[in-house]
T-cell receptor, first 115, second 110 residues
Framework: DAMVIQNPRYQVTQFGKPVTLSCSQT?????MYWYQQKSSQAPKLLFH???????NEADTPDNFQSRRPNTSFCFLDIRSPGLGDTAMYLC??????????????FGDGTRLSIL | GEDVEQSLFLSVREGDSSVINCTYT??????LYWYKQEPGAGLQLLTY?????DMKQDQRLTVLLNKKDKHLSLRIADTQTGDSAIYFC??????????FGRGTSLIVHP
């Protein structure tokens, strides 16, 4: 009963070739997040959507963009991947409301390799 | 902003208890979380505690919160080899977005 689903699980792409990672959720959560995680490091927040409002972290490279066409789906686009973008990309969701905040729920991640 | 610190490694013998420690800096943190990450997988929520609680127990897991010292711990009773993973502590600070520690790698040996 996967609730946050990321596709693909593994992606290999060439230096400079655009790539899109996808995330879908069945939790009806209003917030969706994208994290980048490199080996032996904490997840690093790239950006998140609070409903339709996009929130970019100050140090997220311009190369990284996101789309959220509806509540259930969110995409991470990397326009011109560099070797340093090789990492695990994690999608997470949470429900934020007046009755309290729910913990983040994570997908299994997409392991991206840039060659 | 919030800063979360954890020790990087912990090694225990199977059947013993494991205690993973975490400190945070923002006293306004409302929610404190423990996540588990197995190799090649995402983060799995193990448990969480509200700042108005001192302790929470869930089967083999016990979370202790010392708000005065801004210290959080996760105790795993009867640690099994399947518990080997990286454990992340996270705190919300004054935001709904948690800040993660670098993770503690738990190694369980026979």
């Amino acid at each position: 009963d996967a609730m946050v689903i990321q596709n693909p699980r593994y992606q290999v792409t060439q230096f400079g070739k655009p790539v899109t990672l996808s995330c879908s959720q069945t939790l009806n959560h209003n917030v969706m997040y994208w994290y980048q995680q490199k080996s032996s490091q904490a997840p690093k927040l790239l950006f998140h959507y609070y409903d339709k409002d996009f929130n970019n972290e100050a140090d997220t490279p311009d190369n990284f963009q996101s789309r959220r066409p509806n509540t259930s789906f969110c995409f991470l686009d990397i326009r011109s991947p560099g070797l340093g973008d090789t990492a695990m990309y994690l999608c997470a969701t949470s429900g934020i409301g007046t009755d309290g905040n729910q913990p983040q729920h994570f997908g299994d991640g997409t392991r991206l390799s840039i060659l | 902003g919030e800063d979360v610190e954890q020790s990087l490694f912990l090694s225990v013998r199977e059947g013993d208890s494991s205690v993973i420690n975490c400190t945070y800096t923002d006293s306004s943190s409302t929610y404190l979380y423990w996540y588990k990450q197995e190799p090649g997988a995402g983060l799995q929520l193990l448990t969480y505690i509200f700042s108005n609680m001192d302790m929470k127990q869930d089967q083999r897991l016990t979370v202790l919160l010392n708000k005065k010292d801004k210290h959080l711990s996760l105790r795993i009773a009867d640690t099994q080899t399947g518990d080997s993973a990286i454990y992340f502590c996270a705190a919300t600070g004054g935001s709904y977005i948690p800040t993660f520690g670098r993770g503690t790698s738990l190694i369980v040996h026979p």
